[in-house]
């Protein structure tokens, strides 16, 4: 069974920097695109950025200059390097990405989710 279980977060005062990591398992055929979203309380979940096989990425208005997303295909992981941070990014992240396990159609999964905290 496929899974991806985010690591990184945490409490950072702001203007801090922060690594998150996703790291995806199981009997995995392929990983087509990856992408980290978050969501604040009270606030509905929104995409952070999306990086494709090829490495090419895409990131939201509120990030750029400041985030950057990467992956190590051979690791099966995607990474969000996190600069700069303001109080107004505090959230639980969530990694997601479409899977293909074995032989299967490709899926969407997503993980636990990892809490940031930014303090001002």
């Known amino acids: 069974q496929v899974q991806l279980v985010e690591s990184g977060g945490g409490l950072v005062q702001s203007g801090g920097s922060l690594r998150l990591s996703c790291a995806a398992s199981g009997r995995i055929t392929a990983i087509n695109d990856m992408a980290w979203y978050r969501q604040a309380p009270g606030k509905q979940r929104g995409l952070v950025a999306r990086?494709?096989?090829?490495?090419?990425?895409t990131l939201a208005d509120s990030v750029k200059g400041r985030f950057t997303i990467s992956r190590d295909n051979s690791e099966n992981t995607a990474y969000l390097q996190m600069n700069s941070l303001k109080p107004e990014d505090t959230a639980v992240y969530y990694c997601?990405?479409?899977?293909?396990?074995?032989?299967?159609?490709?899926?969407?999964?997503w993980g636990q989710g990892t809490q940031v905290t930014v303090s001002s």
């Open positions: 990086i494709m096989h090829d490495g090419s990425s």
């Open positions: 997601n990405a479409n899977i293909r396990e074995g032989l299967s159609a490709w899926e969407n999964h």
